[in-house]
């Protein structure tokens, strides 16, 4: 399992826009967040959130960059949240490893060279159409259906251009051109996409089909993103991608000792705080 936190580097993101512009307040946030338990920090200089403005690239490179170098120059595992190949490419410099592309290497045809050509591992995302116009009416024949054949797709376009399978992990991209019943259904059969063979990420942090159901702001919706964590890892996801980092590890935890049947004191860092019942 592993956790990834999302380090947004960015005025507008839908729920943490404009604390983390500046590169220092971001480093800062990618190292409590280690702190919390995060063991891949995924930067990101360029919303992707419905109706988002593009960035240019020298500016998302000169937001990611430094921030990327920072962490990653402390020995931390960092991913670079763009579809930009020269983004891409100043991150990887900067000590990235992991190329994180909501487009699937359909955004820049640069991208997908590049990433073989440094042997980085890469995550293939499923969106339908662009951020700016994805979720005005989302339709599927059977959206995971659908979902596992872009995905399986992308990996044979990936691995046409050099990246090796090994390298890649899919995500479903839930709430990128999806209704709530969409991501609901994706999250309920995402065994299914164990069939590609691919490692699975998914990413529901926060995310507007949450509020959608507890009617909350998405600064208000981390009860949401663990109930919906917790079941993606039960339904066979290898990573999160949180902004909540200790809530989603400790929910994360207790429902791996129930469904492990591991007792408390079995393994030390599982081990109640002293004086408390068991
Ligand atoms: N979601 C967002 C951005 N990048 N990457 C992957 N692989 N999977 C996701 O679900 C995903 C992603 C959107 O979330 P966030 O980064 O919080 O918002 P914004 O795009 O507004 O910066």
Redesign the pocket.
């Known amino acids: 399992m592993r956790l990834i936190g999302?380090v947004?580097v960015?005025p507008?993101?839908?729920?943490?826009?404009g604390l983390y512009l500046d590169a220092d307040a971001a480093i800062a946030h990618g190292l409590e967040l280690i702190a919390e338990g995060a063991e891949v920090l995924?930067v990101?200089g360029?919303?992707?959130?419905p109706g988002?403005e593009a960035v240019d690239a020298n500016e998302e490179r000169r937001r990611t960059e430094p921030v990327v170098r920072a962490l990653a120059g402390a020995g931390h595992a960092v991913s670079i949240?763009t579809s930009k190949a020269s983004v891409a490419e100043a991150a990887l410099d900067a000590g990235a490893r992991i190329v994180?592309d909501?487009t699937a290497f359909r955004g820049d045809p640069d991208l997908a060279g590049l990433c073989a050509e440094r042997r980085c591992e890469v995550?293939l995302?499923h969106m339908l159409g662009t951020p700016r116009r994805m979720q005005d009416d989302p339709r599927y024949d059977d959206v995971v259906l659908d979902v596992k054949a872009f995905l399986a797709e992308r990996i044979e376009r990936a691995v046409a251009a050099g990246v090796e399978e090994e390298r890649i992990w899919i995500?479903p991209?839930?709430?990128?051109g999806k209704t709530l019943a969409h991501n609901l259904e994706l999250l309920r059969r995402l065994g299914e996409l164990r069939d590609l063979g691919r490692p699975i990420?998914?990413?529901?942090?926060?995310?507007r089909f949450i509020g959608t159901i507890t009617g909350r702001e998405a600064g208000e919706r981390i009860g949401g993103t663990v109930a919906s964590s917790v079941l993606a890892v039960e339904a066979g996801a290898e990573a999160v991608?949180v902004?909540d980092v200790i809530e989603v590890r400790e929910a994360l935890s207790v429902a791996e000792a129930i469904t492990r049947r591991r007792a408390w004191g079995t393994d030390e860092r599982m081990a109640p705080p002293r004086g408390e019942a068991a």
């Not at 360029?46 to 959130?49: F, I, K, L, P, V």
């Not at 990420?201 to 995310?207: A, D, L, N, P």
């Open positions: 999302i947004n960015t507008d993101s839908f729920s943490d826009g995924d990101g360029e919303s992707t959130r988002a949240d994180n909501v995550v995302m995500d991209g839930i709430g990128f990420i998914v990413g529901t942090s926060r995310k991608r902004h």
